[in-house]
């Protein structure tokens, strides 16, 4: 690693600050008077693909992606590994339109909450768990009949490498009772993007997206059989690609 890295980690970090104010102050303006799909276009999938591209040109964090003839043409349920922010950033400019659960308190800061308003989110209470899953199952469904994907972290935060989190059912639940399958997808972005922290590491991320899976029926029993086998899936995934990450040196 450079002796320089440590320079261009505070470049990275200053150019995605400043790059998300201007975007967001940019999009409050025009965004409104676009259609949902332009306005996706323009506010996430173009600002996302701009914080990948810095982070694989200053910090020499690449990517490669593995089963990306799994992806159905139809939106579906996302369930994905959260170990960084990283995935969030390609998550969301690989899969369009999407949209995502997150927290109801990020839309209330200044230019990135409005920003975010403007692309139908499912934001949450967090401190009331039953309401939430209420309010996913409502308006995830109504976002998957519009046509969008709905990504998922079924851990519910980001977890350390090496420390599998417990899934939740609200993503499998969602797709079960839309007669939809879950898109299972692995990574290993934490060993090089750490939870938190500044601290990054170069090396190419390994994004592996699984066969589409249906539920074996309906109601709680199908649901939680889904749950399951998504969840072993991505562990057993994350476990191989943490085994072997690929550092550059």
């Not at 939740?168 to 922290?197: D, E, K, Q, Y």
């Not at 074996?216 to 562990?235: F, K, T, V, Y």
Request: glycine share 6%; proline share 7%; net charge positive.
């Amino acid at each position: 690693m450079s002796a320089l890295y440590p320079f261009r980690i505070v470049l990275f970090y200053t150019l995605l600050a400043l790059s998300a104010f201007v975007w967001c102050l940019i999009s409050v303006v025009c965004a409104p008077l676009m259609s949902f799909r332009g306005r996706y276009r323009f506010v996430v999938r173009a600002w996302c693909r701009c914080a990948v591209w810095l982070a694989r040109t200053l910090l020499d964090i690449r990517y490669e992606v593995r089963g990306a003839e799994h992806v159905p043409q139809r939106p579906c349920v996302i369930l994905a590994k959260h170990q960084s922010t990283w995935e969030t950033f390609f998550l969301s400019a690989y899969f369009e339109p999407l949209t995502q659960v997150l927290k109801r308190e990020l839309l209330r800061v200044p230019f990135f909450g409005w920003a975010m308003m403007l692309l139908k989110p499912i934001a949450i209470d967090r401190d009331n768990p039953k309401a939430a899953l209420r309010q996913v199952a409502k308006q995830g469904q109504e976002r998957l009949e519009q046509g969008i994907w709905v990504l998922i972290f079924p851990e519910g935060t980001r977890v350390p490498v090496g420390q599998p989190g417990k899934f939740s059912r609200g993503g499998t639940a969602l797709a079960v009772n839309a007669g939809l399958p879950v898109l299972p997808i692995a990574h290993n972005a934490g060993v090089f993007w750490p939870r938190s922290g500044w601290h990054k590491h170069p090396g190419t991320i390994e994004v592996v997206i699984g066969p589409a899976m249906h539920a074996e029926g309906e109601g709680p029993r199908a649901i939680a059989e889904l749950n399951q086998r998504a969840e072993d899936w991505i562990n057993a995934q994350v476990t191989e690609l943490e085994a072997r990450p690929r550092f550059h040196h």
